[in-house]
């Protein structure tokens, strides 16, 4: 499975603009950049994904570098309830076992301050 | 629309014991997940299913580890019998759209396991 890199952790203060990013240095043209976050005691939740071009949603942006080897997650004013822990995943499009297949890293724990 | 149900929330037992985890998917997905989460580590895959067929459990310790997803909808995982190591939240999920890869993962709360 093609591996990414998140910084341990990230901290941030109310409605201030957060990049989260992603290194992906070995992703394939067949992977989806995805990202998934995971709020205190709860199942991981969708924030977005992308292939090649930059994705809004009403919860973030993504912001894809052109070669692909790197992402960034945007969350363009943080609240108190953004903190979580960011999983940046590459999802495989290719055939095989590692299709559609979610494999998720240790994340980036995000603290956003009042 | 109701969400991923898992029970029971939370369950405490002696290593060597057997126990047993249910997942109801939302309504109509035709994929279904399981993943165990160790605290401080992501979430790892243990199984897929696609309706009632395994895709993925070449992370499954079979040797303790058993699930099935009778009639394509609800499923239950097993461990018999229970080591320390797998005190965990393991993590049931659905997702609707049929093998392709962009696919919304939804996940439920969770079912906090811990081994004594």
């Known amino acids: 499975d093609a591996k990414t890199t998140q910084p341990n952790s990230m901290e941030s203060n109310e409605e201030e603009p957060v990049h989260l990013p992603c290194n992906h240095s070995?992703?394939?043209?067949?992977?989806?950049i995805h990202w998934y976050r995971q709020l205190p005691s709860q199942g991981p939740e969708y924030v977005i994904h992308?292939?090649?071009s930059n994705v809004n949603n009403r919860m973030a942006s993504l912001a894809i570098a052109e070669d692909r080897k790197s992402s960034t997650l945007i969350l363009h004013r943080a609240t108190l309830r953004d903190a979580a822990v960011y999983y940046c995943?590459?999802?495989?499009?290719?055939?095989?076992?590692?299709?559609?297949?979610?494999?998720f890293g240790q994340g980036t724990i995000l603290t956003v301050h009042p | 629309e109701a969400g991923v149900a898992q029970s029971p929330r939370y369950k405490i037992i002696e290593k060597r014991q057997s126990v047993a985890f249910w997942c109801n998917p939302i309504?109509?997905?035709?994929?279904l997940y399981w993943y165990q989460q160790i605290l401080g580590q992501g979430p790892k895959l243990l199984i897929q299913?696609?309706?009632?067929?395994?895709?993925?459990d070449s992370q499954l310790p079979k040797d303790r580890f058993s699930a099935e997803r009778l009639k394509g909808v609800d499923s239950t995982l097993k461990i018999q019998p229970a080591k320390l190591e797998d005190s965990a939240v393991y993590l049931c999920?659905?997702?609707?759209?049929?093998?392709?890869?962009?696919?919304?993962?939804?996940f439920g709360e969770g079912s906090r396991l811990t081994v004594l």
């Open positions: 070995t992703i394939s043209g067949t992977d989806y």
């Open positions: 299913f696609q309706n009632n067929g395994v895709v993925d």
């Open positions: 999920a659905s997702s609707a759209i049929k093998g392709r890869n962009t696919g919304e993962l939804f």
């Open positions: 995943i590459l999802r495989s499009n290719a055939g095989g076992t590692s299709y559609g297949k979610l494999t």
């Open positions: 309504s109509g997905h035709a994929t």
């Open positions: 992308g292939l090649t």
